[in-house]
């Protein structure tokens, strides 16, 4: 479940083609609609929260479903939607992506969608996969391990903080998980520019991992290999960001 991004950037778009690179089938759910290029978010309106319930329902009762990655949601009432839905797949992991704004800094979702994201969606996700700024203002905290403790306190299982939009010559991205210390992972980063669609792709192909079976750690570490094998072929479609390739052959 994620928004479209008409720039093919980001959204539900990066979610398609990531899912499908890494061998699990994607069933796109779009919760909003965006006014989007490739430097910023300039609007957004969400999709009727009924018709979104009927698609899932629908869904459900068709296909079976192994792993759910949620991104941008537009409101609080599709989240709603969501959040009773999930009540169906108690035993499915669930990778949020909690979208707040978009890498140019456009607004996607507010503080009411916020609040609903912590306390309701959060503690059935096994995983979420908040940037630096985004653990920042949803956690309370500057400092990445106390804002972690803070969400996962809402119940949520484990807190990937992503640092590709810090600096320095590597990205590192950190799991906490309630264990003593969190679990690091070190990625070169790939030139000085920021990348549309990063964090989408990431969950996403968490999620895939997630659905072919792999656990947590493995399909984080998977995921990360193939985020990096996109940026290094990044594609120049427009005058802001450059986009993950996503369709490069991937080795399973």
């Known amino acids: ?21 890494l061998g699990a089938h994607p069933l796109p759910v779009l919760t909003c609609l965006t006014v989007q290029d490739t430097n910023n978010v300039h609007g957004a309106q969400a999709v009727d ?61 507010d503080s009411q969608l916020m609040e609903a994201m912590k306390t309701r969606l959060f503690p059935k996700a096994e995983m979420i996969t908040p940037n630096g700024e985004e653990l920042a203002l949803l956690g309370g905290s500057d400092e990445a391990a106390t804002a972690a403790e803070n969400l996962m306190a809402t119940g949520c299982e484990s ?6 939009h810090g600096t320095g010559i590597h990205i590192i991205n950190k799991l906490f ?32 991992g997630r659905a072919c079976g792999l656990s ?20 120049t479609v427009g005058k802001g960001q450059k986009i993950p390739d996503r369709g490069i052959l991937w080795e399973h």
């Not at 499915?92 to 140019?104: F, H, L, S």
């Not at 807190?159 to 590709?164: I, M, P």
């Not at 969190?182 to 520019?193: A, D, L, Q, T, Y």
Request: aromatic content about 2%; overall charge negative; glycine content about 10%.
């Open 1 to 21: 479940m994620s928004g479209l991004d008409p720039s093919g950037g980001a959204g539900i778009q990066a979610d398609i083609q990531a899912i499908t690179s």
């Open 49 to 109: 929260p009924d018709l979104i319930r009927q698609q899932l329902t629908c869904l459900a009762g068709d296909v079976p479903i192994h792993a759910v990655k949620t991104g941008a949601l537009g409101s609080a009432a599709v989240l709603d939607v969501l959040v009773e839905f999930l009540d169906t797949l108690p035993d499915v992991p669930v990778i949020a992506d909690p979208v707040i704004k978009a890498a140019g800094g456009g607004d996607l979702a």
């Open 159 to 164: 807190v990937l903080a992503t640092g590709g």
């Open 177 to 208: 998980n309630h264990a003593p210390d969190p679990m690091e992972w070190e990625v070169e980063r790939i030139g000085s520019n920021e990348y549309h669609g990063t964090g989408c792709t990431l969950a996403a192909a968490i999620a895939a």
């Open 216 to 235: 947590p750690r493995a399909a984080i570490s998977q995921a990360q290999n193939y985020v990096h094998r996109t940026l290094l072929h990044a594609l």
